[in-house]
């Protein structure tokens, strides 16, 4: 398997005045071409950005982003403009969240895709052949009438109409890597089956590599080859998506699994507290204030994901008395 | 759209009868007296004969109603009548003046545009760099120096000095140049400065995120995506500052002998010239209604959401 997309030791932090805040912590990832990694985890644990730092998107004046990426074994510089502009929207493309602030509101739909597909360093498309191509993406996205969305304002087009188009767009460059930031969260249930039901088909068309970012593990569940479970800045879990969702290994997991409702009548187990804010982690295991495993041990321990068990890593040092242990978050389901 | 415009329209004729009758009241409630000021003119001895025979003249002796409606009859025609101090027509004078004072702040509109605009931009690509620190200064310094101080500032230099610009006078681009810049800076300094303020704004716009996640290049980002959003705004005001240019900056008109319509109705009210101000009120009413026009239906063609809105 050839790996498409690096990331090794990323770490974002947030500049302040006198202190430096670390949102994102020595993290690294790699993505297999065709495939899809799944990324799991609370709001504030910085999956967003980390998608964001790929394409190096983030404000240089807030945010210090180091580390190393690497596109088919070869380096790029996020934070090289010229550079990343001609990796974004041709062969990196981004689906961001909340589609409806995302597209400018006073230019049109075809305006957007214009300029997209006629990005610099592309030949040339006349606009009756980028409405061409447009017209058939927005087909293919179970979009009815085409040409009049062409035409619309993004104020004129409901949530789950604007995802669906950012879809296209970002398949209109036929990229080689997609990132998905939380592609549903705008939108509502039935809307969010179709999205990912088009994402599935369209990336086995392409023969892409995703990597998709949600807090919803059933968008995860449906998508990913690999699941990687994201807490306080960093993964705690990671591995084949049906081994981590069939034997978690770190406490966060299990707990986060165990939150998910089902059709019986016992309570529902809620974890207890809340993530980390950026200044207040702790020391040690960032899990550990909120762990019902915590020993003292925990607080002089910081690993990343280093505990294997058949290619599946876990950063949780306890992990083997947990797994044998009874009590644990999935007890009562 | 064509709705809109129509209805827009159509609101002008009951704008400007109110504005005929504040025109007529307020003139004549201006303390002072134009019978006294026209034998002033003419230079007669102001005795009860004269002034009696004066205001039967001009036709002040008659109900107030009466010179209303026959002043409105005249009016809708555009016959404002004959100055009292003068006896030239109203008309000629108001709309010369006019076209004078059009040209001069037409000339300003293009100084500003082509001055603050770019300004603007580059401090906000630049922001916080010298360049930035530059035009702040700049525009603190234009935006605090009034034109009555900054103009003579400019003749002492560019005419006296240098002898680049002919002092005052009237008729070619160079009598322009120095009356157009001094009503110029003011606008210049604000709108560089808003500018610059909503451009920044605009560039934390997610949509830019956005665009440049789709590799569009900063240029195209600046020029398409976030120039036009912090234009809109502009536009509105622009509208109305430029209503207040073409009623005539008196100051600027005064300095630099600019036979404009500023000067001709500071002029006429120290001389109680009743037709000419009423003119003068209702000409510039009329100027204000039509930019107001202008810059709205800009403003609704800028902005597709405004649009949707009507």
């Known amino acids: 398997m050839s790996k498409i997309l690096q990331v090794k030791n990323l770490t974002i932090g947030l500049k302040k005045k006198k202190?430096?805040?670390s949102a994102v912590d020595h993290l690294s990832l790699s993505l297999e071409r065709g495939k899809t990694l799944g990324i799991i985890g609370e709001s504030g644990s910085g999956k967003s950005l980390t998608c964001n730092s790929i394409l190096g998107l983030l404000n240089k004046a807030t945010w210090d982003v180091k580390g190393e990426m690497l596109l088919e074994e070869k380096a790029y510089h996020p934070e090289n403009r010229k550079e990343m502009q001609k990796i974004c929207g041709n062969r990196i493309a981004l689906i961001m969240q909340n589609p409806m602030s995302a597209f400018n509101p006073v230019i049109t739909i075809r305006a957007h895709f214009e300029e997209t597909l006629n990005k610099p360093g592309v030949k040339k498309k006349t606009r009756a052949e980028v409405a061409k191509i447009a017209e058939q993406l927005l087909e293919r996205m179970y979009i009815r009438d085409p040409k009049s969305v062409l035409d619309s304002y993004a104020f004129q087009l409901s949530g789950g109409m604007l995802q669906r188009i950012m879809i296209a767009l970002a398949l209109a460059v036929q990229p080689e890597i997609l990132v998905a930031d939380e592609p549903t969260t705008a939108l509502d249930l039935s809307v969010?089956?179709?999205?990912?039901?088009?994402?599935?088909?369209?990336?086995?068309?392409?023969?892409?590599?995703?990597?998709?970012?949600?807090?919803?593990?059933?968008?995860?569940?449906?998508?990913?080859?690999?699941?990687?479970v994201m807490y306080a800045g960093n993964f705690v879990e990671k591995g084949p998506a049906e081994e981590v969702l069939e034997n978690p290994m770190h406490p966060y997991t299990r707990l986060l699994f165990a939150a998910k409702p089902d059709f019986t009548k016992n309570r529902l187990p809620v974890m207890q507290g809340q993530p980390p804010t950026l200044g207040n982690r702790a020391e040690g295991c960032r899990f550990r204030?909120?762990?019902?495993?915590?020993?003292?041990?925990?607080?002089?321990?910081?690993?990343?994901?280093?505990?294997?068990?058949?290619g599946h890593y876990c950063s949780c040092r306890k992990w083997e008395s947990i797994n044998g242990g009874a009590a644990d978050g999935n007890s009562n389901s | 759209m064509l709705k809109y415009a129509v209805k827009r329209i159509l609101l002008i004729i009951p704008i400007l009868?109110?504005?005929?009758?504040?025109?007529?009241?307020?003139?004549?409630?201006?303390?002072?007296?134009?019978e006294m000021a026209f034998l002033q003119a003419a230079g007669i001895p102001p005795s009860d004969e004269a002034l009696e025979h004066a205001a039967e003249e001009l036709?002040?002796?008659?109900?107030?109603?009466?010179?209303?409606?026959e002043w409105l009859g005249k009016a809708v025609h555009l016959d404002f009548g004959e100055s009292f101090t003068s006896h030239k027509v109203?008309?000629?004078?108001?709309?010369?003046?006019?076209?004078?004072?059009?040209?001069?702040?037409?000339?300003?509109?293009?100084?500003?545009?082509?001055?603050?605009v770019p300004m603007g931009v580059l401090s906000a690509v630049r922001a916080d760099k010298e360049l930035d620190h530059m035009n702040r200064i700049l525009a603190f310094l234009g935006s605090s120096m009034p034109s009555f101080w900054l103009g003579p500032l400019l003749v002492q230099l560019f005419c006296l000095k240098l002898g680049w610009f002919p002092v005052q006078g009237f008729g070619t681009l160079r009598h322009l140049i120095l009356p157009g810049f001094?009503?110029?800076?003011?606008?210049?300094?604000?709108?560089?400065?808003?500018?610059?303020?909503?451009?920044?704004?605009?560039?934390?716009?997610?949509?830019?995120?956005?665009?440049?996640?789709?590799?569009?290049?900063?240029?195209?980002?600046?020029?398409?995506?976030?120039?036009?959003?912090?234009?809109?705004?502009?536009?509105?005001?622009?509208g109305v500052n430029f209503g207040h240019m073409m009623a005539g900056t008196a100051i600027v008109e005064i300095l630099f002998s600019w036979p404009g319509i500023g000067r001709l109705c500071v002029g006429s009210i120290t001389s109680r010239d009743y037709p000419m101000i009423q003119g003068y009120i209702v000409v510039i009413s009329v100027i204000f209604v039509l930019v107001n026009l202008i810059t709205d239906l800009i403003t609704v063609a800028l902005d597709p959401q405004m649009r949707e809105s009507l």
């Open chain 2, 182 to 238: 001094t009503m110029a800076v003011l606008y210049i300094a604000t709108y560089s400065r808003t500018l610059r303020n909503s451009l920044l704004e605009n560039m934390n716009r997610r949509f830019v995120m956005y665009s440049r996640a789709r590799g569009i290049s900063e240029k195209k980002i600046v020029m398409n995506h976030v120039l036009r959003t912090s234009l809109i705004p502009a536009v509105t005001t622009f």
């Open chain 1, 289 to 310: 204030t909120r762990c019902p495993y915590e020993e003292e041990s925990c607080a002089g321990y910081c690993e990343p994901v280093t505990f294997e068990r058949e």
């Open chain 2, 17 to 34: 009868f109110l504005v005929s009758v504040f025109a007529f009241g307020l003139v004549r409630l201006m303390p002072g007296n134009a």
């Open chain 1, 19 to 21: 202190e430096r805040i």
């Open chain 1, 192 to 228: 969010q089956y179709e999205i990912l039901k088009i994402l599935k088909e369209l990336q086995a068309e392409y023969n892409m590599s995703v990597l998709i970012v949600s807090h919803d593990l059933s968008v995860i569940r449906s998508l990913s080859d690999e699941i990687a």
């Open chain 2, 90 to 116: 109203v008309r000629e004078e108001v709309l010369g003046a006019l076209r004078n004072t059009a040209i001069l702040a037409g000339f300003s509109t293009l100084l500003i545009l082509i001055i603050s």
């Open chain 2, 59 to 69: 036709g002040l002796n008659r109900p107030i109603t009466e010179q209303y409606t």
